[in-house]
């Protein structure tokens, strides 16, 4: 078995890159998948860096997971090479990497995602809703992204939401932003909202959070949903969020109790000479793989 997609240019670098070589594909479990779009960020500009910069740094993550007890690398961990978008319109590239997620998907393995802008995830949940009927996403997020459109785009980083409801329910956990428009909208959109503001103000809110996925789960992380303390590098960063423990906590209930199909993990828009937050998002991807891969084995 080959990889499903052909790029014309060399990726030299793989998530993991401490390893003296990267697996194979036909020998892997699970694939990461860099798309650098930044296309309609409308802050701060650099997400197409986040991609390559999280994989440099997973070169210093240690594989062996003390939470688990295990070392998950040896399933294998295959990295496409980045998906090149840069001169595309916005309509074909959400299609290409709609077709680039359904080749990888009917692989049956595990798709973590790497953005890029937050407008990469619809794309990938339509593949991934194709495949797993009644799909439900988990956002973790600061920002609602629930505008039918931004600044003129149809496919804004503001409207990634809005265009994954047109595929599954989504459940949106750490929200401490959302215009009049969103707020508006709501009551006629298939979500369900956990404020950051008050979501803590019942002890057991993970659990709610849990219970409210249905069905399989696709989960996107944009990394402006943490706290900006421990991720400052984002491109859209608002006060509050979620601590580490906090996100691990929930990522492991909701692998343990649900269907985690495939994952995002978006908007890190690298610091020059801030090193931690690249690395922070690297050990994050990890522990995706190792509760997909290590939960399943154990």
């Known amino acids: 078995m080959s990889a499903p997609v052909d790029y014309e240019q060399i990726q030299p670098l793989w998530f993991g890159g401490s390893l003296p070589v990267m697996c194979d594909f036909a020998q892997s479990a699970a694939v990461i998948l860099p798309i650098p779009l930044d296309r309609t960020t409308s802050y701060v500009r650099g997400t197409r860096n986040g991609p390559r910069e999280l994989i440099m740094a997973s070169a210093q993550v240690?594989?062996?997971?003390?939470?688990?007890?295990?070392?998950?690398?040896?399933?294998?961990?295959?990295?496409m090479p980045e998906m090149e978008l840069s001169h595309a319109t916005m309509e074909a590239a959400i299609a290409r990497i709609h077709r680039t997620a359904s080749d990888i998907m009917d692989t049956d393995k595990f798709l973590v995602a790497l953005g890029g802008e937050h407008?990469?995830?619809?794309?990938?949940?339509?593949?991934?809703?194709?495949?797993?009927?009644?799909?439900?996403?988990?956002?973790?997020?600061?920002?609602?992204?629930?505008?039918?459109?931004?600044?003129?785009?149809?496919?804004?980083?503001?409207?990634?939401?809005?265009?994954?409801l047109e595929s599954a329910a989504v459940v949106q956990v750490g929200i401490r932003n959302l215009s009049?428009?969103?707020?508006?909208?709501?009551?006629?959109?298939?979500?369900?909202?956990?404020?950051?503001?008050?979501m803590r103000d019942d002890p057991d809110w993970i659990s709610r959070v849990v219970e409210s996925l249905r069905g399989p789960v696709y989960i996107t992380i944009d990394l402006?949903?943490?706290?900006?303390?421990?991720?400052?590098?984002?491109?859209?960063?608002?006060?509050?969020?979620?601590?580490?423990?906090?996100?691990?906590?929930?990522?492991?209930?909701?692998?343990?109790?649900?269907?985690?199909?495939?994952?995002?993990?978006?908007?890190?828009?690298p610091i020059a000479g801030h090193w931690s937050p690249n690395f922070v998002a690297a050990r994050l991807v990890y522990k995706l793989l190792t509760y997909k891969l290590g939960l399943r084995s154990s």
């Open 224 to 269: 402006d949903g943490l706290d900006p303390s421990l991720m400052p590098a984002v491109g859209t960063p608002e006060p509050g969020g979620l601590a580490w423990r906090e996100l691990t906590t929930l990522l492991r209930r909701t692998f343990t109790e649900r269907d985690v199909v495939a994952c995002d993990v978006v908007e890190l828009c």
């Open 119 to 164: 407008s990469i995830t619809p794309p990938l949940v339509a593949a991934a809703a194709a495949r797993h009927s009644g799909l439900t996403v988990l956002q973790i997020d600061a920002h609602a992204d629930l505008r039918d459109g931004y600044l003129g785009e149809h496919h804004s980083h503001a409207s990634a939401m809005r265009r994954s």
């Open 62 to 79: 240690e594989l062996w997971d003390e939470e688990l007890g295990v070392d998950v690398h040896p399933q294998g961990i295959f990295t």
């Open 180 to 198: 009049q428009e969103e707020a508006e909208a709501l009551p006629s959109l298939n979500t369900t909202i956990f404020y950051d503001w008050n």
